[in-house]
């Protein structure tokens, strides 16, 4: 399965950010956000060309926070349950910075890989130290090594510049394993309904195009095999992809132990990127070079 290509800022439409969750609204709004079809829904940040440019030390932005499936979602919540605020955005500089990079399309694959590499052993620097569950710690490091082998199923898409991504059905949380969201099914077998759908903008209208395709849709049950068949093969080869290999053996006993370590097998690829991404991640914690 595939998503449209991501949008002129390089934010692939299933990762959908926020800059923060404080508005008041709660729970009734992330729901309102899962429920929102994908193409209705606008980017929450916006980086500009001129910040990404800055030198790693001279601002100190916020991370934007990850709008991944709900189940995605629910699990990066759970295993990051009580962590301080520098322990989350460091996770989720680690998906922006290095699972799912604005400049990605610009990259070429050794330099995703070496990104994505250097973000796993990130991921475990702070299940090491911060996440002493061993469950929640398991969950952690599973989580986000499904997060980085999404990332990982990312092409150049040629028509647009930008990138494309696999992604994952997303159910709300709770729902049986065999659920679809009708809108997904719609884009995937009724490409035509699915752009009205989207243009639409009366409420009355909406309602009109998904009740006809529900109708349709009950009358072609191998939709739904065929659609939750290539969900599991998706998963399957989620985790058996290969993440994290090249660092995966980085000191992580100590944040400063992990940045000289980092720093040490990263100097000979000379990844300027890399060492920028990892001292704005060792800012987080409190460490600035010497």
């Not at 949380?173 to 995937?188: C, F, Q, S, V, W």
């Not at 990263?266 to 914690?285: V, W």
Request: hydrophobic share 35%; aromatic share 8%.
């Amino acid at each position: 399965m595939k998503i449209p290509a991501a949008a002129a800022n390089g934010i692939p439409e299933h990762l959908k950010r926020a800059a923060t969750l404080s508005s008041g609204k709660g729970e009734p709004f992330k729901e309102a956000l899962d429920n929102t079809p994908r193409g209705d829904m606008p980017d929450l940040l916006s980086i500009s060309n001129e910040g990404r440019e800055l030198a790693a030390g001279d601002v100190q932005h916020k991370p934007a926070v990850y709008w991944g499936s709900a189940e995605i979602r629910s699990a990066l919540d759970k295993s990051l349950q009580d962590q301080p605020e520098n322990v989350r955005d460091g996770v989720s500089s680690i998906i922006q910075n290095h699972f799912y990079p604005a400049d990605a399309a610009a990259l070429s694959q050794d330099e995703r890989d070496a990104l994505l590499d250097a973000g796993m052993a990130q991921a475990r620097f702070v299940a090491d130290n911060y996440i002493m569950d061993p469950g929640k710690k398991d969950l952690f490091l599973s989580t986000m090594h499904q997060i980085a082998a999404l990332s990982k199923t990312g092409t150049v898409d040629t028509a647009t510049g930008g990138m494309k991504y696999a992604s994952l059905p997303s159910r709300p949380i709770g729902a049986p394993e065999d659920y679809i969201k009708p809108i997904d099914l719609m884009e995937r077998y009724d490409p035509t309904s699915f752009e009205k759908y989207n243009n639409a903008t009366d409420v009355t209208e909406k309602l009109s195009i998904l009740i006809k395709f529900a109708k349709t849709s009950g009358k072609n049950q191998e939709w739904r095999t065929e659609y939750l068949e290539e969900a599991k093969a998706l998963k399957q080869k989620l985790v058996e992809t290969d993440t994290g290999s090249r660092f995966k053996d980085a000191d992580t006993s100590s944040i400063s132990a992990f940045v000289s370590d980092m720093f040490a097998r990263i100097r000979p690829t000379d990844a300027k990127s890399l060492e920028a991404n990892l001292q704005s991640f060792a800012a987080l914690f409190g460490y600035s070079r010497p």
